[in-house]
C-alpha cells in the first residue's frame, strides 16, 4: 500500500529540547511539504522540497530545520528556538501535477 | 495576509439537506482551486478541485464552482451525510509559478440528523 506515514502519533517532550519528526513516503513523489495546525487556524507551511537535498522556507519556518536526503524521507526538527511548538504537524507530498497535495496522519506534539 | 478566507468557521446542516461552504480569494493569479476534508486527528484528504478555466466541477454528491470574476468559490454538498461532518479546506495555488499551496481557514460542517 502506497502512503505516507508519519511517526509517532502523538509527542511529548520537555521544554528546550530539540525534537525530531518523521515522514516518510513511498509514493515516489518528489516534492515533500511540513505543514503546522493550530486550533482555529488553516495549515501553515514551514518548509517543502521539490527535489532530494533542496528544501525551502515556507511561511513559518522560525525554529525549525529539515532535511531532504532521500526521496522518500523529509524529517523535520522542531529546536528550542520555537517558541510555540505544541501544535499538530502535517506532512504531505505531491507528484509534478501541481496542486493535489497527499497527507500523512500527522504527529500531536507537545512541550511541557 | 490572508489570501484564501473562509468566512465561515462553522455550518450545521441537516441530514439529507445541501451543504454549501464558501471560500474566498485575492491573489488574482491563483489559477487552481482544491477542497480537502479533515477528520479531527488525522490528515487532510483530497476531495474535489477546478482549474480556473472552468466554473463548475462535479464529482458524484460534490460539486465546485468557481466565480473568477468575485474571487469565489463554493463547495456543494448534496444530500449530506453524518459522514460529511469534518473541517472542509479550501486551498488554491498560482501553478505557473508556485509549487505550494494557500490554505483557508477551514470551515467545520456538522450535518446532523
Known amino acids: 500500500d502506497g502512503g505516507i506515514t508519519q511517526s509517532p502519533k502523538y509527542l511529548f517532550r520537555k521544554e528546550g529540547q530539540n525534537v525530531t519528526l518523521s515522514c516518510e513516503q513511498n509514493l515516489n513523489h518528489d516534492a515533500m511539504y511540513w505543514y503546522r495546525q493550530d486550533p482555529g487556524q488553516g495549515l501553515r507551511l514551514i518548509y517543502y522540497?521539490?527535489?532530494?537535498?533542496?528544501?525551502q522556507k515556507g511561511d513559518i519556518a522560525e525554529g525549525y530545520s529539515v532535511s531532504r536526503e532521500k526521496k522518500e524521507s523529509f524529517p523535520l526538527t522542531v529546536t528550542s528556538a520555537q517558541k510555540n511548538p505544541t501544535a499538530f504537524y502535517l506532512c504531505a507530498s505531491s507528484t509534478t501535477r501541481v496542486g493535489e497535495q497527499f497527507f500523512g496522519p500527522g504527529t500531536r506534539l507537545t512541550v511541557l | 495576509d490572508q489570501q484564501v478566507k473562509q468566512n465561515s468557521p462553522s455550518l450545521s446542516v441537516q441530514e439529507g439537506r445541501i451543504s454549501i461552504l464558501n471560500c474566498d480569494y485575492t491573489n488574482s493569479m491563483f489559477d487552481y482551486f482544491l477542497w480537502y476534508k479533515k477528520y479531527p486527528a488525522e490528515g487532510p484528504t483530497f476531495l474535489i478541485s477546478?482549474?480556473?478555466?472552468?466554473d463548475k466541477n462535479e464529482d458524484g454528491r460534490f460539486t465546485v464552482f468557481l466565480n473568477k470574476s468575485a474571487k469565489h468559490l463554493s463547495l456543494h454538498i448534496v444530500p449530506s451525510q453524518p459522514g460529511d461532518s469534518a473541517v472542509y479546506f479550501c486551498?488554491?495555488?498560482?501553478?505557473?509559478?508556485?509549487?505550494?499551496?494557500?490554505f483557508g481557514t477551514g470551515t467545520r460542517l456538522q450535518v446532523t440528523l
Open positions: 477546478i482549474s480556473s478555466i472552468k
Open positions: 522540497s521539490q527535489i532530494v537535498n533542496d528544501f
Open positions: 486551498a488554491a495555488i498560482n501553478t505557473g509559478t508556485a509549487s505550494k499551496l494557500t
